[in-house]
């Protein structure tokens, strides 16, 4: 029913460690649908996050084609990917990767400033989108100035205010008490239903049940998981 | 396109300002470097151009225009004759020759005696030249040169040792014997003449002017051996100089060594080229210490960029290009550089300044010193912020990510 946003086939990462090359990942085939939700559980070492950096074209693989809306991602030189960083992909980190030094609404108009987009509209698109994961009144705090959870909402803000295609998180919750994760993905599945594809890296299960697919991911390989009842 | 350069240009400089504002004493260390080089070029310049000036304005007082003339003359002749000045004074574009004839004598008055005092000879050009040197009373007129009249005039300490708590005007002096009439007195305009002092004609004893005519018999001489020509319009100087070595040639028989003409402007142009020699030779010197503060730039940039890492990863992740992420490090040690020369700019004026003060010149601010000044430390900043910024763009964004 609906488009192919992505399909990579046969992707195989290796690493030069030292004297020796490592494989990461050994072979994956992925397909992903617009507004598809999918978490990829696996646990440390797996090569989960690899894989999160090549589908968010931080990484380019060793082997194998990925192909997202339409174009192949090792074709693409480094301003272009930059591009497609931009404008098609939202990434949500861990540690939530907030600038220090800027308050929350300057964190968020990042991506815009990239984009090129001037200041007036940055600064709305920026309120707008902390006003909508419930920041409203945080706008001008400061990273150490919010909780960890309000970090990430912060986090998500800036992800999603260029509009992208695909929400990319590695392990969203992963600094969250349970709680504060569990309001991360309502939030998540709110984004979700609005269209907007997601993937997120997970070793938790109870996070990944979020999602309406799993995969699993083990030594650099996939398995084909279960669709969710989320 | 150009709205999207604006506003990364707008962002880098908010976040490089607020980089070097949380780091003060680090930035402050950094661009001492800078500072110190600047400071020192602005100073250099500034106090070079200063007596430049100083020394130009005392050469052209001296008169540009004006062409010296020592003749020695050959054992036949030595010095020129009164047709040989004549002929000079007639040759085209030449607006007067003041010939000069220096002596010692003792001279004496009504209460004083005094000897090795300088008795220079000159006519009314020289006077018309040095429009300050009358005192009080009159010049030299031609009528004195003419028929020898015995006049004089007195400078400062010769009325002091002659005529002590006395007018001398009017009253009568004795040089070598011989009676002198005193028709005026010298201002001190006349030490400004660094001929003069150069050729240590004034002594402690004190400066006695007659009519030249006057002072050639006192030293029982005929001949002219050095003199100044004037020269109407500067632009023909050469010409007249040309011309008055064809009379010179003729007066002294062609002989080698028999005359030096000296032209001020020439000299002058010298000095010029000297001075700004120096000048470069010392600005080059005080480039060391730029050059000293560039590195000193770069390291800080390096370690900047080593310390940021993680955000650098995340500006790429969030979709910065390679360039978006050089042109925000560039800016900011062009910033850091930039700032430490302005500071420069401010100390090498404060230190020209007070020089000018205490040693009593001129002081202009130079525009040329501070366009160096801003183009030198932007330029350190772009050259020696150019490798660590390269290096943060080529940064890889996951390697960037991971460092945290």
Known sequence: MNDEFFRMTGIVKRYHMGDEWQTVLRGIDLTVVEGDFLSVLGPSGSGKTTLMNIIGCLDTPSEGEYVLKGRVISKQDAKQLAAIRNKEIGFVFQSFQLLPRMDAIRNVELPLIYSGMGEKERWRNAEEMLVRVGLQDKLHHHPNQLSGGQQQRVAIARAMVTNPSILLADEPTGALDQTTGKQVMELFGEINSEGHTIIMITHDLSIAQHARRIVHILDGELMEGEETHA | ?404
């Open chain 2, 1 to 404: 396109m150009l709205k999207k350069k604006f506003g990364l240009w707008k962002e880098s400089l908010r976040m490089s300002v607020a980089n070097i504002w949380d780091s003060k004493m680090r930035s402050f260390l950094t661009v001492l470097g800078i500072v110190i080089g600047v400071t020192a070029i602005i100073a250099l310049i500034t106090i070079m151009q200063s007596a430049t000036s100083a020394v130009t304005e005392e050469f052209t007082a001296m008169g540009t225009g004006r062409l010296v003339v020592n003749a020695g003359g050959t054992a036949l002749k030595t010095g020129l004759s009164a047709e040989d000045l004549e002929s000079i004074r007639t040759l085209p574009y030449v607006q007067g020759v003041s010939p000069s004839v220096g002596n010692t004598a003792t001279v004496k008055s009504a209460d004083a005696w005094v000897e090795d005092v300088t008795i220079d000879g000159y006519n009314e050009v020289y006077f018309q030249r040095n429009q300050n040197l009358v005192a009080r009373g009159r010049a030299i007129s031609p009528l004195d040169v003419q028929s020898r009249n015995h006049v004089a005039l007195l400078d400062a300490a010769a009325q002091k040792s002659l005529f002590y708590g006395k007018d001398p005007l009017g009253q009568t002096i004795h040089i070598n014997g011989y009676a002198y009439l005193i028709i005026g007195t010298l201002s001190d305009a006349d030490s400004s003449d660094v001929m003069t002092q150069a050729q240590g004609s004034s002594s402690d004893s004190g400066r006695v002017i007659i009519p030249y005519t006057s002072a050639l018999t006192l030293a029982g001489r005929r001949n002219i051996t050095s003199l100044s020509v004037y020269v109407s319009d500067t632009a023909y100087t050469d010409q007249v100089q040309t011309s008055l070595k064809g009379v010179l040639d003729a007066a002294f028989n062609y002989k080698d060594d028999s005359y030096k003409i000296i032209n001020m402007e020439s000299l002058l142009n010298t000095m010029d080229t000297m001075l700004s020699m120096m000048t470069m030779l010392l600005v080059g010197i005080a480039s060391i210490a730029l050059l000293v503060g560039g590195i000193g730039i770069m390291n800080m940039m390096l370690v900047t960029v080593s310390e940021r890492t993680a955000e650098i990863g995340l500006r790429k992740a969030l979709g910065a290009e390679p360039g978006q992420i050089q042109l925000q490090f560039l800016i900011e040690s062009i910033i850091l550089s930039i700032s430490g020369g302005l500071i420069g700019i401010v100390l090498g004026l404060g230190i020209s300044y007070i020089f000018s003060v205490i040693a009593n010149l001129s002081f202009a601010i130079s525009g040329m010193a501070i366009v160096l000044g801003v183009g030198f430390s932007a330029a350190v900043g772009i050259g020696f912020g150019w490798a660590p910024a390269r290096k943060a763009s080529a940064l890889n964004p996951i390697d960037a990510l991971r460092s945290i």
